[in-house]
């Protein structure tokens, strides 16, 4: 290839020498490198194929193996969004390799293509511009990142996860929200050719990848922006974890957090606060969080929703009242809307919503013994995922919700109401009137927040009854 210089200004077969080297493009954009005469590349995957070019002055080839493979190491670019405040802002899951379903079967994990590929990755992030060639993309962190131990484990479990559906000729009904770290994320768009699948000949499947998904990414970000680095080497992640090596080499992180959970089942929660030394003699408003959060983390974390296990996941833990009549009375609140993120986003799966929804569910549910009583009991622990008709009408309410955002039109008058009976609505947590939120107009809105309807709620915990009875 024109323009490779006779010696190769860093050590081919190690990995530190490359990620030195790769320090010289931050701050930088490939126009700063391009030599005369180079034919820049277009298409899905032609920023990665021009760095490896331009900087690294290796040759685009379709060799299955790591990018640097005398090092082991893979490339990947990722992009980064800048918001008004100069934040840096995870844009989309890191696609690792294409999965061929009736070829994936075949291999273990540690024969897959994702494990001799992905264990250790040079991830160079750079700010995403919309319309902008790619040769003037500027590249902003540099990170040198080997899939911890632990990581490695749950990432093990994830794989399993997704081939044993694939095996079960359940291709078609994969979900991101099946596994913890690794995804089998959609790629393509709506309408694009499917694929065939092993053990069900008669029903095709989308196209899909297996990716680190956005939460696991945005804890890699976190890290890099807390340092105060561009560049790091030998991230070890956040120090609040829920589980340890020794206990994942014997249990998923799934069982391990509901065997937590089994010795109460079925035992009044005030009970339950004694035994964990949870005080709600004040009875605040999260008492029953509270207790959940005491069964589930250990003496290492004090919130399981900050826990290294569910940020890098995007698990939420959320517990549930049900009266004794069946009722339950409280909607689900989420985050509050965020209007630039919502009107800057051009793809329902890239935004913030469909991450949330399409996670992973740890919910506990607590249920009154004797109506109006007051008398709960620990009833249940489960892990859920949104169906994929129920993500179908999230993508509605997102599409509403954006609309009304670009037409400046926030207020509650436009926003889907929980009367609706449309699964999901609109409408503020409490909090001061004053509390404000940029819009894209450049003026400031009340704050308003996702929320799931108490009977879609009441849906999911009914139908995880029949699951039970039926089980």
Not at 41 to 53: F, Y
Not at 94 to 117: Q, R
Not at 302 to 314: H, P, T, Y
Request: neutral net charge.
């Amino acid at each position: 290839m024109e323009g490779i210089p006779s010696i190769l200004p860093y050590d081919i077969k190690n990995a530190t020498s490359i990620f030195e080297y790769s320090k010289g493009l931050l701050g930088n954009t490939l126009r700063d490198f391009v030599w005369d005469g180079y034919v820049p590349k277009s298409g899905k995957g032609s920023l990665g194929q021009m760095v490896e070019n331009i900087y690294f002055f290796l040759e685009t080839n379709s060799n299955p193996e790591s990018d640097f493979s005398e090092a082991g190491m893979e490339l990947k670019c990722t992009p980064l969004n800048k918001s008004k405040f100069d934040e840096y802002r995870i844009k989309e899951r890191l696609v690792c390799n294409m999965i061929n379903y009736c070829e994936v079967v075949k291999d273990d994990f540690e024969h897959s293509h994702f494990y001799l590929k992905c264990q250790l990755m040079l991830l160079l992030f750079y700010l995403h511009q919309s319309n902008c060639d790619k040769l003037d993309l500027e590249f902003i962190f540099s990170v040198l990142w080997k899939l911890p131990e632990k990581d490695l484990l749950i990432i093990k479990h994830d794989y399993d996860v997704i081939i044993s559906k694939i095996k079960q000729g359940k291709a078609h009904e994969l979900s991101e929200g099946d596994t913890m770290y690794l995804g089998a994320c959609r790629k393509g768009q709506k309408g694009d050719s499917l694929m065939k699948q092993p053990n069900n000949p008669d029903v095709d499947a989308p196209r899909r990848a297996f990716s680190l998904k956005m939460a696991y990414m945005r804890a890699i970000l976190d890290y890099v922006v807390k340092s105060g680095k561009n560049a790091v080497s030998n991230v070890n992640g956040v120090k609040s974890e829920l589980v340890s090596v020794k206990a994942l080499k014997k249990q998923s992180f799934e069982d391990i957090l509901l065997n937590r959970f089994a010795p109460y089942l079925k035992m009044p929660f005030k009970r339950i606060a004694r035994r964990k030394n949870v005080d709600i003699s004040n009875n605040p408003k999260n008492k029953f969080a509270m207790v959940a959060n005491a069964i589930a983390t250990s003496s290492n974390c004090f919130n399981v929703n900050r826990s290294e296990e569910f940020l890098k996941a995007g698990l939420t833990m959320k517990t549930i009242r049900v009266q004794a009549n069946g009722i339950i009375k409280e909607s689900m609140s989420f985050e509050n809307i965020d209007y630039i993120e919502v009107a800057e986003c051009e793809d329902w799966i890239d935004s913030r919503l469909y991450e949330l929804y399409s996670s992973r569910f740890m919910f506990v549910i607590f249920k009154e013994q004797t109506f109006g009583k007051e008398d709960y009991v620990l009833d249940d622990v489960f892990f859920w995922t949104m169906p994929q008709k129920d993500l179908e009408w999230a993508e509605v309410y997102w599409n509403h919700i954006k609309e009304n955002i670009l037409a400046s039109h926030i207020s509650e008058e436009y926003w889907w109401k929980g009367s609706d009976k449309k699964k999901f609505h609109v409408r503020p947590k409490a909090q001061k009137a004053a509390d404000l939120a940029p819009t894209p107009s450049g003026e400031k809105a009340k704050k308003y927040c996702y929320w799931f309807n108490n009977d879609y709620v009441r849906e999911i915990v009914e139908k995880r009854g029949k699951e039970k009875l039926n089980a």
